[in-house]
């Protein structure tokens, strides 16, 4: 049995309910050194069943400082080798933990392993595989060209692999190669700062992998369901980010794709008013 002594696992909470203490529970059954969450500012009540202790620490915002600042500020409180970064709404088991270390052991230039996530049908989600994104990918994808940043269309390997990019639900991080980077880019507050960690990674000299034989749930979306349009704008915001960031050479950044994704989410945004107002 691998020793998980060395892992950490950090959540950023934002009115996840009762699925929070679901996880923290079922984590604190696991030999980890420590769990951290980091509330960002919910509403719901949602760490109130959460007892803090030696292994669980909980840290409570007063605003919601987006995703990439609350991963930050949670790992700042760890010093194990290892980070797990851990959705709220994911279910995690100990073969897989072991399973995602077990990698990271084996390869020294790992700096990020993720597992398959599914969804509460059993279905691999969107996101799982994938590759990073540039404006000719993205171009691609508006058009309804699936296989443009999904891996899903290719068949599941059964080694670990490397991999451009994963999903970020749940990552097991490197010490090392988080401190490379100085963590996620907090300048992102929603969206897109996973596969921009990814891509930094991976300028850094860092690899991606995945290990196929992990299998972790992820039911996702319940903290966006409550202000689904003002998602779907930090969503369109974080991704001109980084494509300015990540594809500052291509044409395409600076011309058609912000009119695709303003578009897009013009479009999205009447569709979801609209759905609200007929329910």
């Given at each position: 049995?691998?020793?998980?002594?060395?892992?950490?696992?950090?959540?950023?909470?934002?009115?996840?309910?009762?699925?929070?203490?679901?996880?923290?529970?079922?984590?604190?059954?696991?030999?980890?050194?420590?769990?951290?969450?980091?509330?960002?500012?919910?509403?719901?009540?949602?760490?109130?069943?959460?007892?803090?202790?030696?292994?669980?620490?909980?840290?409570?915002?007063?605003?919601?400082?987006?995703?990439?600042?609350?991963?930050?500020?949670?790992?700042?409180?760890?010093?194990t080798e290892f980070v797990l970064i851990l959705n709220p709404d994911c279910e995690i088991s100990l073969q897989a933990l072991q399973q995602l270390l077990e990698v990271m052991r084996e390869h020294p230039q790992a700096g990020?392993?993720?597992?398959?996530?599914?969804?509460?049908?059993?279905?691999?989600?969107?996101?799982?595989?994938?590759?990073?994104?540039?404006?000719?990918?993205?171009?691609?994808?508006?058009?309804?060209?699936?296989?443009?940043?999904?891996?899903?269309?290719?068949?599941?390997?059964?080694?670990?692999?490397?991999?451009?990019?994963?999903?970020?639900?749940?990552?097991?991080?490197?010490?090392?190669?988080?401190?490379?980077?100085?963590?996620?880019?907090?300048?992102?507050?929603?969206?897109?700062?996973?596969?921009?960690?990814?891509?930094?990674?991976?300028?850094?000299?860092?690899?991606?992998?995945?290990?196929?034989?992990?299998?972790?749930?992820?039911?996702?979306?319940?903290?966006?369901?409550?202000?689904?349009?003002?998602?779907?704008?930090?969503?369109?915001?974080?991704?001109?980010?980084?494509?300015?960031?990540?594809?500052?050479?291509?044409?395409?950044?600076?011309?058609?794709?912000?009119?695709?994704?303003?578009?897009?989410?013009?479009?999205?945004?009447?569709?979801?008013?609209?759905?609200?107002?007929?329910?």
């Amino acid at each position: 049995m691998t020793v998980l002594s060395s892992v950490s696992v950090v959540i950023v909470n934002y009115n996840a309910g009762e699925l929070l203490g679901n996880l923290v529970d079922s984590l604190l059954d696991l030999p980890l050194q420590q769990v951290v969450v980091v509330d960002n500012g919910s509403t719901d009540g949602s760490t109130d069943c959460i007892q803090q202790n030696q292994l669980c620490r909980i840290v409570l915002n007063e605003e919601n400082r987006g995703f990439a600042a609350a991963c930050n500020q949670a790992v700042a409180l760890t010093d194990t080798e290892f980070v797990l970064i851990l959705n709220p709404d994911c279910e995690i088991s100990l073969q897989a933990l072991q399973q995602l270390l077990e990698v990271m052991r084996e390869h020294p230039q790992a700096g990020l392993c993720a597992p398959l996530v599914y969804n509460h049908q059993g279905r691999e989600q969107s996101g799982s595989r994938r590759h990073l994104p540039t404006s000719w990918r993205i171009v691609r994808a508006y058009a309804g060209q699936q296989a443009a940043l999904d891996l899903r269309t290719e068949t599941i390997p059964e080694k670990p692999m490397k991999i451009p990019a994963v999903s970020g639900a749940c990552m097991l991080l490197r010490r090392q190669s988080w401190n490379d980077l100085s963590g996620m880019d907090a300048g992102y507050f929603l969206h897109f700062e996973d596969l921009d960690l990814m891509a930094r990674l991976q300028q850094h000299d860092w690899q991606i992998w995945l290990q196929p034989k992990a299998k972790v749930k992820h039911l996702g979306g319940h903290s966006s369901r409550r202000h689904p349009l003002r998602i779907s704008w930090y969503k369109h915001k974080s991704l001109m980010r980084y494509l300015i960031r990540h594809n500052a050479g291509s044409l395409l950044t600076w011309t058609i794709i912000p009119l695709l994704a303003w578009a897009h989410f013009a479009v999205e945004g009447l569709w979801l008013i609209v759905s609200r107002r007929s329910l």
